[in-house]
């Protein structure tokens, strides 16, 4: 098949790993990355894949494409792209939708105390993160997780998932709406990285947690950062 994949990360190497492994033709619209980030850009270079890290765009499609998966894709994808593939497009975003919609997902979920985040396989349509869902799983959130962790071990256990929903789009399966409601959250560090003195112990221990992820900036108060919560001394309960 002609499949275009717009991803970005490990995840988006590792979804491209297995794109290729199935023997598609592969076009990849992905991003330049800082160090700390999988390099996808080099990926395509050895694996002799096209690629461009211009948005997506459907004047500039190298082919009319079967399937355009999204991993880790970091441009929002415009409704004409959607008819360029007859619907065929799908995403994989890191929460059990309808809730957390948007950016930083899992770190949110951390931070608002859930017992499980976890990962949905959606159609794209013209709004954020509302498409039908192809599939879904729970993650359970464990005590000692941090922002890095947690996206790992998703993410893992996602990628197991993708060739399953990639048959499913091309068998030509609706998936489930989504029901109503739902958060979302726009794109930044969830309260700018900084501990409120207000907060409750409870909460200030998951926040410091949830942004554990090297190299990005941990939580900060004032002008400390707080790698760990007993970095905090005592805190206002």
Known sequence: MKIILCGYHWAGCKALEILLSAGHHIFVYTHESPYYVADMVAYCEEKKIPYSTKNISKT???FKPDVIASV?????????????????????????????????SLTWAMINGEKS????????DPAIDTGNIILQK???IEDFDTQLTLYNRAMFEALNYFP?????????????PQPEGGQYYRRGCPHDGEIDPSWSETYTRRFVRAMINPPLPVAKSGNRE???FKDL???KK
């Open 60 to 62: 500039k499609l190298p």
């Open 72 to 104: 880790y894709y970091r441009y929002i994808i415009k409704p004409h792209i959607i008819e360029a593939c007859n619907g065929k497009i799908f995403n994989l975003h890191p929460s059990q939708l309808p809730d957390y919609k948007g950016c930083s």
């Open 117 to 124: 985040a976890g990962f949905t396989y959606h159609y794209i």
């Open 138 to 140: 729970a993650i359970p």
């Open 164 to 176: 399953e929903v990639l048959e499913k789009v091309v068998d030509g399966y609706v998936g489930t």
């Open 226 to 228: 707080i790698f760990k």
């Open 233 to 235: 001394g005592s805190i």
